[in-house]
């Protein structure tokens, strides 16, 4: 069986900085991989049944069963989220829950390499303001970790605010963009962040994604 990278992206938008820059981590992996879009997926969030427990498999019957079925037959796992209200999104998050069977009793993920995206509108590090990289990149390597998989690392990418796709002018009192840039900023002065202005984000995605190639070799 040739080795096998999944990428899973929980960014519904069309091929958005999150999918591209999942693509790139892929592509730098050296090894076949597979781009998933949870957005077009059906996956509804664990029921804490513990129907799992001597099946490691979900009695939800949508399409986290194949989706679980096909992390566990792979050997790594990239996985790139947004931070809506400053933490993962809730599609990243319901997949991640979805991978919980394959934990009970076996620790299937034990040993898989794995890695995190994030795409988010605040900057890391940034002062007084919530710390959306670091909860969303958080998110995910505690899964890994709790899963005994092998973090190799994180990227975090970014983002765009909303508020510049929304068409107001600048006028508008609760505009995240007042709130990370200051109350001056415009939605024109902003502007959209692409991810293939930052050369910088690429080569760490590219860095991440051989990280994650060499990894599954233990
Ligand atoms: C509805 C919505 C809410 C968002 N809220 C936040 C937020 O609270 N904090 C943050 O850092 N980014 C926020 N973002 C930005 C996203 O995390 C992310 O950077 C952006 O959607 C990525 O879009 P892109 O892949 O097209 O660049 C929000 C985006 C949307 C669409």
Redo the contacts with the bound molecule.
Sequence with gaps: MPIKIIGVSG?P?PD????RALQIALAATGHQTEFIKLSDLSLAPCNACLGCIATNSCVLQDDGIKLAEKVFKANGLIIAG?????TI?SRTKTFMERLYPLRHRHGLMAGKAGAAII????PPGREGL?A??ELGVGAIENYMLEEGMKFVGSVK??????CVRCGDTGQCSVS?LKM?FGHAATPSEVGI?S?EESPATIAALERLGSEVGAAVYG
């Design positions: 960014s938008l958005s900085n999150t999918d947004w931070t809506p209200y400053s999104d795409t988010s509108a605040i919530p959306a990289a990418v970014a983002g765009n605010v909303p995240g990370i962040n991810l």
